[in-house]
């Protein structure tokens, strides 16, 4: 990967995938360090917890962008659809089932406060309930930014160790692999990949960020042009979806008030 990302355009490397990338805060930051930590607490050692905590951030710079906040609580109403954009090119289908399984489980940081009318999207309540008193990532280790699309085709599962080296800092794996609640093998596995990737660079026991960046990554595999094909895509199925809704409120206009 690295050394087909030499080859591409450098232009190209310019290529804006993200709404923003500030470290988190207010409430959707807050929001988004305990949805984060209860992911992992819920679905460590599986691989639903990568989808679920890109979900989970998708969720809030969707927030950032289009919510509101309700009596303290940050509310946003989102499709899946245009989440699955702000997930790292995620499958709509996979976005779906993350928001089924998660919204009704104990603690669940998203509420389903009232489900898609007509042109309309689900709404969900953002919470911090944390009945079992998990601990919340740092909030300067979350950061309130669209996944990159790069990460689906480096494997989400080595986004969080990433994250922690090239926009926290940290260079000595034993406290990456505790920060990223990852074992050591599991957190070995992923600086193999990102240093063979170019994206970080080993230097005795440390590590540091490489000369490689998610953009020539998603250059390379000219990624720009999947989330431009997926964005006409999901905008025909819109306006298809919306023709349909204006029939069928044409065809009750016809058939007149039932009894």
Same mark, same amino acid.
């Given at each position: 990967?690295?050394?087909?990302?030499?080859?591409?355009?450098?232009?190209?490397?310019?290529?804006?995938?993200?709404?923003?990338?500030?470290?988190?805060?207010?409430?959707?930051?807050?929001?988004?360090?305990?949805?984060?930590?209860?992911?992992? %607490?819920?679905?460590?050692?599986?691989?639903?917890?990568?989808?679920?905590?890109?979900?989970?951030?998708?969720?809030?710079?969707?927030?950032?962008?289009?919510?509101?906040?309700?009596?303290?609580?940050?509310?946003?109403?989102?499709?899946?659809?245009?989440?699955?954009?702000?997930?790292?090119?995620?499958?709509? =289908? =996979?976005?779906?089932?993350?928001? &089924?399984?998660? &919204?009704?489980?104990?603690?669940?940081?998203?509420? !389903?406060?009232?489900?898609?009318?007509?042109?309309?999207?689900?709404?969900?309540?953002? =919470?911090?309930?944390?009945?079992?008193?998990?601990?919340?990532?740092?909030?300067? &280790?979350?950061?309130?930014?669209?996944?990159?699309?790069?990460?689906?085709?480096?494997?989400?599962?080595?986004?969080?160790? %990433?994250?922690?080296?090239? %926009?926290?800092?940290?260079?000595?794996?034993?406290?990456?692999?505790?920060?990223?609640?990852?074992?050591?093998?599991?957190?070995? !596995?992923? !600086?193999?990949? !990102?240093?063979?990737?170019?994206?970080?660079? *080993?230097?005795?026991?440390?590590?540091?960020?490489?000369?490689? =960046?998610?953009?020539?990554?998603?250059?390379?595999?000219?990624?720009?042009?999947?989330?431009?094909? *997926?964005?006409? *895509?999901?905008?025909?199925?819109?306006?298809?979806? %919306?023709?349909?809704?204006?029939?069928?409120?044409?065809? *009750?206009?016809?058939?007149?008030?039932?009894?």
């Amino acid at each position: 990967t690295a050394s087909l990302a030499k080859k591409t355009n450098p232009a190209a490397h310019r290529k804006n995938y993200s709404h923003g990338g500030a470290v988190a805060a207010g409430p959707f930051g807050s929001w988004l360090s305990y949805a984060l930590a209860w992911a992992d %607490h819920e679905f460590g050692g599986s691989p639903l917890r990568w989808t679920v905590r890109d979900t989970f951030q998708a969720l809030a710079i969707k927030g950032v962008l289009t919510g509101k906040i309700k009596l303290g609580t940050p509310v946003v109403g989102v499709g899946g659809r245009s989440l699955s954009l702000s997930a790292g090119l995620m499958a709509p =289908t =996979t976005i779906f089932e993350v928001l &089924r399984r998660t &919204r009704d489980m104990v603690g669940s940081p998203i509420v !389903l406060v009232r489900p898609r009318i007509g042109r309309d999207p689900d709404f969900y309540a953002l =919470t911090t309930s944390n009945p079992d008193n998990i601990t919340t990532v740092p909030l300067e &280790r979350v950061q309130i930014t669209d996944v990159h699309p790069a990460w689906s085709v480096l494997g989400r599962h080595h986004r969080v160790v %990433h994250d922690l080296i090239v %926009h926290t800092g940290m260079t000595r794996p034993g406290d990456i692999y505790a920060a990223a609640r990852v074992s050591a093998r599991t957190g070995q !596995l992923s !600086l193999a990949a !990102l240093a063979a990737a170019g994206l970080i660079i *080993r230097t005795g026991r440390s590590v540091s960020p490489g000369s490689v =960046t998610l953009n020539d990554i998603a250059a390379a595999h000219q990624l720009h042009e999947a989330l431009e094909q *997926r964005i006409a *895509r999901f905008r025909r199925e819109r306006a298809a979806w %919306h023709e349909w809704l204006a029939l069928q409120d044409q065809l *009750r206009g016809v058939a007149g008030p039932e009894d």
